[in-house]
């Protein structure tokens, strides 16, 4: 067994295991040197050729680089020492910093040691031997399986945080897209999708193996639905998305209003094949009402994917994609979406890839940016980092202690900090934080966060609860005023009348308890008189009294926590605003 290939137990003993076998090669080694090669400066400057190689070639080194030829070998361990201390500070800079962030001493078979000589002998012989590894690396990276994310290097900006929620009615394809977005982006690679594809064609369900990297689980594979909202990452040049792979079944509309609460940017999905655009779009498919939804929950700006274009019945015609836009445009204008400012159309094929990534030649009439490169060039969300905390939750399970999962509407989170939950008012400390599946010391405005926390218990914590920060605590409480629209509902509604609320993160039943008075949509006037129903279409400003106590903001205030949803019977009923929050008569 060769020495090199095992971890040993400290590293100074590899290198003096290694001594006696390079002093005997001696000659060998020095008759390879090259001596003139040009000194080897430039790679150590490029923060992407660090972190990418030690990531992806830890593992492969010692078989590729170990036993295959013993001159190289002994060539690369003789010149290992020198770098050890004669090394250029930053070569050994890049090095240490690279290692904290793997945070796995000796990765894998001895590859730390491994590595120290990989780019000790890179140093020494010069840019040949550099081109050569990038060449291998490129190789390699092929082959294995990508990490999920690289780390970035030491020095880079933090990237900003967008989180995009794919909605739209059941089987337009958004899973597949989100499934293919990764794997173009390289979070999924190709040998995991080769076996979703085998897995899917025995169970003859071959063009649903894309949306397999999102639907993990086996009651969505086998109905080919999403149920949860599933989550991935990818990054672009400029920005760190997150995807929400938000359910398009009726059923599940109260966890796509829970993942459409965290999204900032909305994509909605609509299937261009003969007769499932009109379902999709009729008054009971999901298409209207998840745009609806994604507009209360506070998403600004709406990507509509018309997808399956390569079927054959489209066949990438221009007629077909101006007819679904001119059906949804209206709508949209009346959800509330500005069809010019916050609207943006395109054309793609979710099974292909096409235009996601890469411009279409079938479709000479599409003449703007493919889908990923428009979401790169999206104008930044402002978000005030500065103000108080909030971070409502959206999920809480045990390991290794409490663990909650949300995303971060304001404020900014550090390690060790102390927060409140409220409304039970439970103080709390963070024991760490994971950002999108990274670890990080602290977290700004916008990011999916996980969070450990110590001095809770996991029972105590409810989906809908607040983490706050100790000094500016939101508000809680059963009564509050709001001004709602009636959006669909047969029969009147009268006080009494009982449904349930979605408000941010939190699902509860409310009564109204009070209609106070109508609002004219046109001119924003107030009725004198209290009203005593409100019907479809209209708007009016009620007093609602929840079950139990829930955190909420008046939309004034903060907006995110300040708007909310109605429904009742498996369907939206009305959309609304707190305008104030009643104190309880006690």
């Known amino acids: 067994m060769d020495p090199r290939d095992t971890a040993p137990d400290s590293w100074e003993l590899e290198e003096d295991a290694e001594a006696p076998a390079a002093a005997a090669g001696l000659p060998t ?18 923060p992407v050729f660090v972190p990418s190689f030690l990531q992806a070639t830890t593992v492969e080194m010692p078989a590729s680089d170990g036993s295959s ?13 020198p770098v050890e201390n004669g090394g250029t500070e930053a070569d050994m800079t890049t090095e240490e910093e690279t290692w904290e962030q793997k945070e796995e001493p000796g ?71 989100g499934g ?46 999403t149920v949860e909202v599933g989550r991935a990452y990818f990054e672009t040049e400029k920005k760190h998305f997150t995807i929400l792979d938000a359910p398009g079944h009726k059923s599940f509309v109260p966890n ?57 019945t489209v066949n990438w015609s221009l007629e077909r994609y101006e007819e679904c836009k001119e059906k949804l445009v209206p709508f949209l204008k009346k959800v509330g979406f500005n069809p010019k400012k916050d609207i943006h159309f395109m054309p793609c094929s979710g099974l292909t890839g096409a235009n996601l990534k890469d411009p279409v030649p079938e479709c000479p009439w599409y003449t703007g940016l493919p889908f990923i490169a428009h979401l790169d060039s999206l104008p930044n969300f402002t978000r005030s980092s500065d103000g108080p905390v909030r971070l409502p939750i959206v999920d809480k399970y045990k390991d290794m202690g409490t663990v909650i999962l949300g995303k971060l509407e304001s404020g900014s989170i550090s390690k060790a900090q102390q927060l409140v939950m409220m409304p039970n008012r439970h103080t709390v400390e963070v024991l760490s934080l994971l950002s999108d599946d990274v670890e990080t010391d602290d977290a700004g405005p916008g990011e999916n966060l996980k969070l450990r926390l ?27 005023d709001a001004q709602i629209v009636i959006i669909e509902h ?41 009203p005593r129903f409100v019907k479809q279409d209209q708007v009016c400003i009620a007093r609602l009294r929840a079950a139990g106590v829930i955190c909420l903001e008046t939309f004034k205030d903060f907006p995110q926590m ?14 609304g605003k707190v305008l104030k929050l009643v104190p309880e008569k006690d």
Request: charged share 30%.
């Open 29 to 46: 080694a020095f008759a390879a040197l090259n001596v003139n090669a040009k000194p080897f400066v430039p790679n150590v400057n490029a």
């Open 69 to 81: 030829d013993p001159v190289a070998s002994m060539e690369v361990a003789e010149t290992a020492a």
């Open 107 to 177: 990765g894998g078979e001895g590859g730390g040691g491994q590595e120290d000589q990989g780019t000790g002998g890179a140093s020494e012989e010069g840019g040949a031997t550099c081109k050569e590894e990038d060449e291998m690396m490129e190789e390699e990276e092929e082959e294995m399986p990508m990490p999920k994310v690289a780390p970035a290097p030491p020095d880079a900006p933090k990237k900003e945080h967008v989180n995009v929620v794919f909605i739209g009615h059941v089987d337009a394809g958004k899973s597949t897209i």
């Open 180 to 225: 293919q977005i990764m794997y173009l982006t390289g979070m999924v690679d190709k040998r995991t999708l080769e076996k979703y594809e085998r897995e899917a064609k025995e169970k003859n369900r071959e063009t649903w193996y894309l949306s397999w990297a999102l639907d993990t689980n086996q009651e969505e594979r086998d109905k080919g639905k």
């Open 256 to 312: 796509m209003i829970g993942g459409a609460s965290q999204a900032d940017l909305a994509v909605l999905v609509i299937s261009a094949r003969k007769g499932e655009f009109e379902t999709g779009f009729e008054k009971g498919g999901q298409t209207r009402e998840h745009a609806m939804l994604a507009k209360t929950a506070g998403v600004k700006h709406l990507i509509v994917l018309i997808n399956k274009m390569d079927d054959p």
């Open 454 to 480: 110590k001095g809770i218990e996991e029972e105590e914590i409810l989906p809908g609860f607040i983490l706050c920060s100790p000094d500016n605590l939101c508000h809680s409480g059963r009564t509050f």
């Open 490 to 530: 047969k029969s009147i509604i009268c006080p009494g009348y009982n449904a349930v609320l979605h408000i941010h993160t939190c699902i509860e039943e409310v009564q109204i308890t009070a209609l106070i008075c109508l609002v004219d949509k046109k001119t924003g006037e107030k009725s004198k008189t209290r």
């Open 562 to 575: 300040g708007r909310f949803t109605l429904r009742d019977e498996g369907k939206t009923i009305a959309i």
